[in-house]
């Protein structure tokens, strides 16, 4: 399947080949200049995504070891629409806030920014699941490790990042030695269990209009997901705009740089200080990222 999409004058295509790139050793995602190649289960099969970026379209293409329905290519294209953001209501944002006296300077500093999302839902409930209370470079090393433990590999080499099935195979032994916690393991394995007897439809909910107050009840129930892991979840799998990230370190840290101040500010600072800006406090944070690494 190949799918083009155009893209808005504005699109930063750097901010989503970044987000893609982390685990430089590429055992599912490679990253190029202007493309991205991804491992992916499509339809209970190996598959591979790429993405090449051409002047103002993005063109997609699929390749699924197995049978491909019909209707592929609508999903195809929702999916990749997500993944680059473009679902998000950026202008809208950018106008509403591009006067206020902190952040409208904010947006002047990187413009058009989006938040890149995950290829499902699942992949960031699973990745908020493995970064908490961890470096980057600590979670990206397990995230590898858990990828190599599935062992899903496409025809043209790429490994999948692996579904809720494939993690539900492993057993908490092997979630361990791929440098998970017990509590980790354990969440993972149960949130897995409840995608296969679908009492957490994932899928579902990205094609409707989306109940975050009942995706937030079921698995706010579960041991080891907490607001944060909740708030990104959304945001990176389902591009939900208002989680508020509060307790995030480099939202912290953005925020403290953008206000001036010399000591540290808290999550309940953060908290009180991104609530006025529901329904858009997750972009907030993206921008809060973006400033705090500059």
């Known amino acids: 399947m190949i799918h083009s999409i155009e893209l808005p004058a504005d699109f930063r295509t ?5 987000f893609h790139r982390r685990d430089l050793q590429s055992v ?25 970026f051409r002047d103002q ?15 592929g290519q609508d999903k195809l294209s929702a999916m990749v629409k997500r993944m680059l953001g473009l679902t998000q209501p950026i202008d809208t944002f950018e106008h509403t806030y591009r006067d206020h006296p902190q ?21 960031a409930l699973t990745w ?10 600590a979670a990206i090393s397990i995230r590898r490790k858990l990828i190599q ?4 590999r496409h025809s043209g080499g790429l490994l999948c990042y692996p579904d809720a099935a494939r993690i539900a195979l492993l057993n908490e032994m092997a979630l361990r030695e791929a440098g998970y916690s017990q509590t980790k393991s354990r969440t993972l394995l149960t949130l897995s269990a409840m995608i296969m007897e679908n009492r957490l439809p994932l899928d579902e909910w990205i094609e409707t209009s989306l109940p975050v107050d009942e995706i937030s009840a079921r698995l706010l129930s579960l041991r080891g997901i907490g607001p944060w892991t909740l708030s990104y979840a959304l945001m ?19 925020l403290q740089a953008l206000l001036g101040h010399s000591e540290k500010i808290s999550e309940e600072q953060t908290r009180d200080w991104l ?20």
């Open 14 to 18: 750097e901010d989503f080949l970044a």
């Open 28 to 52: 599912a995602e490679q990253v190029g200049i202007r493309f991205i190649r991804k491992g992916l289960i499509w339809n209970h099969q190996p598959a591979c995504l790429t993405i090449h």
């Open 57 to 71: 379209t993005a063109e997609a293409e699929l390749l699924v070891d197995g049978p491909n329905p019909s209707s």
């Open 103 to 123: 952040l409208g300077p904010l947006i002047l500093r990187n413009p058009g920014l989006r938040v890149p999302l995950a290829a499902t839902p699942f992949e």
């Open 128 to 137: 908020a699941i493995t970064g908490q209370q961890i470096s980057v470079a």
């Open 149 to 152: 433990r599935a062992s899903v």
């Open 236 to 254: 990176r799998g389902f591009g939900w705009l208002d989680g508020s990230l509060h307790g995030d370190v480099a939202v912290r840290r953005g």
């Open 275 to 294: 609530m006025p800006f529901s329904p858009y406090r997750a972009l907030i944070a993206a921008h809060l990222w973006a400033l705090s690494i500059e």
